[in-house]
């Protein structure tokens, strides 16, 4: 049984994935099969603003809904409280066959296990893999988790950026088949990633290391619409790719260098594209925040810069590791409030050296997928989600149809 916990510093976290990568003891594996990552999101201390509504997490059971990627015939859960200021407290976790909103299959349910006890405690900065266990799952669909939470740290280890709805309500209901009158709010609490074992050894995944537009703001509530899905269907539907997980490492509000919100782009690639599971490609999508947030055309060139620095650096890292890393240009933001003249050279300045400089394995040229042609300092009307910043649900669309697919087969 597979039991691990780390404790700060993103080598022991690449360890601790590497060795959960070795079967749990007595587990059933076959031959030609091996565990991929399905489903991430990436760990943040949760702002005040977006902390669980009443009842609260203590005491009660949380049930949240994730869209897998690819499928497969066992599952493990890796639960986080990295961010938290005191160990968490957990009593039960069940998983179960979502089929819509709070409710789920009952008849699928099953109880988790942490080095064979049903219950938990993991230390303030660390992340616990649960016992890996039988859970036939299909490809695109949706699982959910139900924690019954004992006791919670008050700094709260989540991603508020889900775009889907969980359930809070005071008790132990991890194995009811729904929560009526639960408590709803749009945020992932916990959870930190899902990996499914194939039976393709070849099976491998993608990265999308991003802010709010690989996060998807701007995109339907519950639709699983982001670019990285819509990619994940793409993918799914081409034979020669079918074995192609996409895990969205995008944080709403993230920068690469420095500012922004959650752990910057460069702090976190260690963490959460190269230690995931079978990664084998990474897309960088990742910068605006930076260039939005400079004052000044000096500071603007500087940022530029600065960015292209912490590119060539997470090349450099991924190649050391047998990575394919991609770059993806900048997305056009005239008339958002992002939008000045020193901000435009300062993205055209970036993309230039995406498109130009070589050092990328390929480049996804977003720039030129979503702008405008009578402006292109500005998105295509049609794709633009109001505010010039965040593409629409049609703008997702458009993205992930952008991608050649060609870069994902073996």
Known sequence: MTRLRLVGGSSLWIVALLIACTPAHGARETV?????????????????????????????????????????????????NEYGDTPLRIASVGIAHSVGGDAIDATSGAQLHFGGAASVVIQAGSFVIADDIDFLCAPLSEIAVSIYVEQAPSNVTGHPGSRTTSYIIAGDHVSSASLLGAAKTEHW????????????????AVVVLGNSIAD????????????????????????????????????????VVRGGIGPTGIARFDHDVLAQTAARWVIVSDGVND???????DSSASVARQLIRAYASMIERAHAKGFRIY?????????????TPEHEVARQSVNSWIRG????????????????????????????????????????????????LGLFRH
């Open 189 to 204: 609490y916990l959870l930190a990633g899902v990996d499914v074992l194939t039976n393709d050894a070849s099976a491998a």
């Open 216 to 255: 998807g703001r701007g995109s339907g509530i519950d639709k699983n619409d982001r670019w990285p899905d819509n990619l994940a269907r793409r993918l799914q539907a081409d034979a020669r790719t079918r074995n192609v997980a996409v895990l969205n490492a995008g944080i709403g509000g993230n920068a």
């Open 32 to 80: 030609g099969a091996s565990w991929v990552g399905s489903w991430e999101a990436s760990p943040q201390l949760t702002e005040p603003r977006n902390l669980p509504p009443a009842p609260g997490l203590n005491g009660s059971t949380l049930r949240q809904v994730m869209h897998l990627s690819l499928g497969g015939s066992r599952l493990r859960l890796r639960l986080s």
């Open 357 to 404: 400089s070589g050092a990328f394995d390929a480049v996804i040229d977003l720039d030129v997928a979503m702008r405008d042609p009578a402006d292109p300092s500005r998105l295509l009307p049609a794709a633009d989600g109001g505010d010039h910043l965040h593409p629409n649900e049609l703008g997702y669309r458009m993205m992930a149809d952008a991608i050649d």
């Open 327 to 339: 770059g993806a240009t900048i997305l056009p933001f005239g008339a958002s409030f992002y939008s």
């Open 291 to 297: 260039i939005g947030n400079a004052v000044g055309a």
